[in-house]
């Protein structure tokens, strides 16, 4: 089985970057607000952030897979007993509801960004 995968990077047009993925590729918009928006892309996906002065203020060029809650949680475990610095501590979004979501961020060796995520319903998010 095949995971699915976020990517997060910038663009300089972003509704150029909407109508490339979505009427030219065929994939679905996903969530959406004023300075990024999710593309359902195969089965994984893009969080497209609209290039702008304070982008460099946060991290945005970032991947990561997206795991169910037990494999996130074994993460998270394993990250701890290895001392590896958690950058965003875990956060939980909406515990318990339908939309229930989870994502933590840690840095590889060589400063690359990683996002872990986990969707209780996940279908909404990649498919």
Known sequence: MIRPFHLSFVVTDKELARSFYIDVLGCSLGRDNDSWFDILFFGHQLTIHQASENNAAFEINHFGPILNKTEWLSVIKKCNEETIKIILPPTIK??????????????????????????????????
Do not use: A, C, L, R
């Open 94 to 127: 909406n515990k318990g509801k339908d939309d229930e979501s989870g994502k933590f961020i840690v840095k590889d060796p060589s400063g690359n960004t990683i996002e872990f995520k986990y969707y209780v319903n996940i279908d909404k998010t990649v498919s």
